[in-house]
């Protein structure tokens, strides 16, 4: 059974940072794309980044040098590490699998980012 836990939203004023970390379990970490889509209030969901096993990324045009995604196979583990966050950043947050850059085949439970003073 895929599980993909993530932790670490919250809170955060602007200009601020988050990490989201996204634990895999049950699946090959190395052969999947790993990525991080949002969802914010009456807007649909969107790819925020992605990352391949060798280590090619693709980021959203809203959060490129911003946000950095990386992986650490040996610990199954996917990040998502967001500065200078902004109040359009307030969104849930999902961690991704999948056989390519844009097709999904598992999704994590969601994570509320908020950005507010």
């Known amino acids: 059974q895929v599980q993909l836990v993530v932790s670490g939203g919250g809170l955060v004023q602007p200009g601020g940072s988050l990490r989201l970390s996204c634990a895999a379990s049950g699946i090959i970490f190395r052969f999947y794309v790993w990525g991080w889509y949002r969802q914010a209030p009456g807007k649909q969901r969107e790819m925020v980044a992605v990352?391949?096993?060798?280590?090619?990324?693709n980021y959203a045009d809203s959060v490129k040098g911003r946000f950095t995604i990386s992986g650490d196979n040996a610990k199954n583990t996917v990040f998502l590490q967001m500065n200078s966050l902004k109040p359009e950043d307030t969104a849930v947050y999902y961690c991704?699998?999948?056989?390519?850059?844009?097709?999904?085949?598992?999704w994590g439970q969601g994570t509320q980012v908020t950005v507010s003073s």
């Open positions: 990352v391949t096993s060798d280590g090619s990324t």
């Open positions: 991704t699998a999948g056989p390519t850059m844009t097709v999904v085949a598992y």
